[in-house]
């Protein structure tokens, strides 16, 4: 397996703002696609997955997406459900307006974290995800607005590979709404849901993850 670092994460460096995130972090997806692959993606790593196997369908063997957040899918299918379900992004977007990091890092975590109260992380913690929650409003252009235009001319149908639609069982209903919204437009693609996990269910629920894309896997 090879996994790369997002922007500003991990080993990677920091993003400077030039040029658009979401294209930033395709790009260096597909500078490791050097085979067909299958590809496997959590939340917004889970769009650029999904983005990759719409533009270069031939190097990509299956794909597996783990709650993606492409809410610009759900948005044109249903947007009244999606605004009410969103509701935390005004919490999330005065915060940020307003130049306070941590209060819009709380916030988010607080919607799309694995249920750890912020009390109970560590300063350092902390203090990490307050330094990178740019990322967030960063990530709309694409996510909300689909600013690569991947909605248009019905370039799903090009991802022809197996798909994969991973849910927490006991995440919100917008989870279900965006991998539904995914899924209709996807070829050949199917939706399943981890009993008892939530967005963060890659790290609180590793072995039901991980009997569905091996199920995947064995199909493709």
Request: glycine share 8%; aromatic share 8%.
């Amino acid at each position: 397996m090879t996994a790369f670092d997002l922007p500003s994460h991990g080993g990677s460096s920091d993003w400077d703002g030039s040029g658009d995130l979401h294209d930033v972090t395709t790009d260096m997806g597909r500078d490791l696609l050097s085979e067909p692959m299958d590809l496997i993606g959590h939340s917004f790593g889970a769009t650029v997955a999904m983005r990759l196997a719409i533009e270069h369908p031939e190097m990509v063997r299956s794909l597996t997406m783990i709650e993606p957040v492409y809410f610009a899918a759900a948005l044109e299918d249903h947007p009244e459900e999606i605004n009410k379900a969103m509701e935390l992004t005004q919490e999330f977007d005065k915060a940020w307006e307003t130049g306070d990091k941590y209060a819009a890092a709380r916030v988010f975590n607080r919607a799309w974290g694995d249920g750890t109260p912020w009390s109970e992380f560590s300063d350092r913690a902390r203090s990490y995800m307050a330094e990178r929650i740019h990322f967030v409003p960063a990530s709309a252009p694409f996510l909300y607005h689909d600013n690569a235009g991947l909605l248009k001319d019905d370039k799903f149908s090009r991802a022809t590979m197996p798909s994969l639609l991973i849910a927490g069982g006991a995440s919100g209903e917008i989870a279900r709404v965006v991998n539904g919204a995914i899924a209709r437009r996807l070829p050949d693609a199917r939706c399943v849901e981890v009993e008892g996990a939530g967005h963060m269910a890659p790290i609180t629920h590793p072995v039901g993850v991980a009997k569905a894309i091996r199920e995947l896997l064995e199909r493709s």
